[in-house]
């Protein structure tokens, strides 16, 4: 059973940390920009760590930092500036004392897949979305949709229904260009959620970005037990390196040879991102991408579980606007009446 976490309350500080790329010190201004909103939006007062904006900092010097975030009794939730693709070089060896001494909120996703899962191993939950850069530094203005599930998760506590967002946007802007800051960035309509299965499911998320849990199947990282997946419903989404849904096929059907897609009680799956700057694609393209991730997706659980329900083209991971997953916390999905609903 993981532990219950406290809300914060206005005034409260928050750390900002960087256990993968310090993108503050590439881009100060996108950073500024972040730490404004955590203030006039949500009251938060930010404190910044020695790598927080340190590029090419060293795994013991990230670790210094998180333990000293979560070891502070004033400081209320931490905070990823961003992802980045190294983590898993250093968590995994991370010492869970000061951790499960000290639990608090993590808010963060991509790479920090590998954060959210140590701290599950802990039995602390998490908040799987939320960094600093993609959702509170948004060009323009933060999303409204966004800020309600931040709220959520920061301030508030019960069940809330996990809904479709009427747009979604999956195309960024520059930020190496301060002028965009100001800008919006362009939506598109969305379809909703698209349902597979007739089956009700309820368990814990777990799971994360495809590519960080790619990762850790081929590095052995401590993951849930497979009696322990029995009470999960698998969390997954793609990052911006666009992977083929035949990649996506093989890391599920690596799952499903491990005994996991068997035990799960359903699976989650976020909008998958199918725009980036080196593979500017066309709606069109954009489309068919996720149909055919979707429908590998499909194919892969289907082959090793006849029933779960699965539930792709939601508002989590590399998407905006974006839902903070509360990682290790309980989810029912209802498959007849097309809810999901989770604990925040």
Not at 21 to 39: C, D, N, Q, S
Not at 150 to 164: M, V
């Amino acid at each position: 059973m993981l532990k219950k976490l406290p809300k914060l309350v206005k005034g409260d500080a928050v750390a900002i940390v960087s256990p993968s790329f310090a993108a503050p010190g590439r881009f100060p201004e996108v950073y500024k920009l972040g730490l404004e909103r955590l203030t006039t939006v949500f009251g938060l007062v930010p404190v910044e760590y020695p790598t927080t904006a340190k590029i090419g900092a060293s795994a013991a010097e990230r670790t210094t930092d998180l333990v000293a975030a979560f070891s502070d009794p004033n400081i209320k939730a931490v905070i990823a500036s961003i992802g980045g693709d190294d983590q898993v070089t250093y968590v995994k060896n991370l010492s869970a004392d000061p951790f499960v001494a000290n639990p608090k909120p993590f808010f963060g996703y991509s790479d920090n897949s590998h954060l959210c899962n140590f701290l599950f191993l802990n039995g602390i939950p998490s908040y799987y979305g939320g960094s600093l850069f993609t959702q509170y530094a948004m060009q323009g203005e933060m999303d409204t949709y966004t800020v309600d599930y931040l709220k959520r998760a920061l301030f508030e506590e019960g069940e809330f229904e996990l809904t479709a967002s009427e747009t979604y946007n999956d195309q960024g802007l520059d930020w190496g260009n301060i002028e965009l800051l100001k800008a919006k960035r362009p939506h598109w309509s969305n379809e909703g959620h698209i349902w597979n299965g007739e089956h009700a499911g309820e368990g814990v998320l777990w799971g994360g970005c495809v590519e960080s849990v790619d990762e850790m199947l081929r590095h052995g990282v401590p993951i849930p037990t497979l009696e322990q997946f029995e009470k999960i419903v698998l969390l997954l989404e793609t990052s911006e390196e666009i992977p083929s849904a035949d990649y996506v096929f093989r890391v599920l059907r690596a799952f499903g040879e491990r005994g996991t897609l068997g035990r799960v009680q359903g699976v989650l799956v976020g909008r998958a991102k199918a725009w980036e700057f080196d593979k500017p694609h066309t709606t069109e393209q954009k489309e068919a991408y996720r149909k055919q991730q979707q429908e590998a997706v499909v194919h892969a659980v289907r082959l090793y579980n006849q029933h779960i329900p699965i539930v792709q083209n939601m508002n989590f991971g590399h998407t905006d606007p974006q839902i903070p997953m509360p990682y290790g916390q309980q989810v029912r999905i209802d498959a007849q009446n097309k809810k999901i609903v989770a604990q925040f």
